[in-house]
Antibody, heavy 118, light 110 residues
């Protein structure tokens, strides 16, 4: 129901845009989040956005570098990753939460891999 | 903000019960009841097992249950089965309007 894309290899300091397309669910009635997982590590919440895109929330370690946005007409959420660092290397999951709450994360995509290398 | 604290690993035999702890602080687990638990099999996406400390989503076995005491949340799995072998992650919303996870616990079914 959630399909991520756009991951890849990028050098430190570089930028990338990853996308999440929702299919088979009422995409515009869910808050959308990005959660990442480095190899062998736990989960880290990165950012979330309200159903109308009017408010976005970020983890401290990405605030000012990453931007989340959504296009409900295209059932798509984007994450713009700028000033990338080696420790941003991770599998980035797209996930949903209810329309008026930041939790819980009900549906998950399979993730898109972002690798920052020098 | 530091991650929630979970044991790195737990184990149990089929049919037994196990409990995984998740310890936070007064600004996260101790702040409200927005604690969730996720199951993750190797190479797979996480799956919601428990929300709001004790709520089980439709389709999740009643062998899974959640609880909380102070700044520590617990996930209990009863009647352990082979397919329960996975990583389990706790999470909590915080008073600073952010979300944090624990480091994850690897459950081994002996």
């Amino acid at each position: 129901q959630l399909l991520e894309s756009g991951g890849g290899l990028v050098q430190p300091g570089g930028s990338l845009r990853i996308s999440c397309v929702g299919a088979g669910l009422t995409f515009s009635t869910n808050r959308i989040h990005w959660v990442r997982q480095a190899p062998g590590e736990g989960l880290l919440w990165v950012a979330g956005i309200t159903i109308d895109g009017g408010f976005a929330n970020y983890a401290d370690f990405v605030r000012g570098r990453f931007t989340i946005s959504r296009d409900n007409a295209r059932n798509t959420v984007y994450l713009y990753l700028n000033s990338l660092r080696a420790d941003d290397t991770a599998l980035y999951y797209c996930t949903t939460s209810p329309p008026t709450s930041w939790v819980p994360f009900n549906n998950w995509g399979q993730g898109t891999q972002v690798t920052v290398f020098s | 903000q530091s991650a929630l604290t979970q044991p790195a690993s737990v184990s149990g035999s089929p049919g037994q019960s196990i409990t995984i702890s998740c310890t936070g602080t007064s600004i996260d687990i101790g702040h409200d009841d927005l604690v969730s638990w996720y199951q993750q099999h190797p190479g797979k996406a996480p799956k919601l097992m428990i929300s709001h400390v004790t709520r089980r989503p439709s389709g999740v076995s009643d062998r899974f249950s959640g609880s909380k005491s102070g700044v520590t949340a617990f996930l209990t799995i009863s009647d352990l089965q082979a397919d329960d072998e996975a990583d389990y992650h706790c999470s909590s919303y915080t008073s600073r309007n952010s979300l944090i996870f624990g480091g994850g616990t690897k459950l081994t079914v002996l």
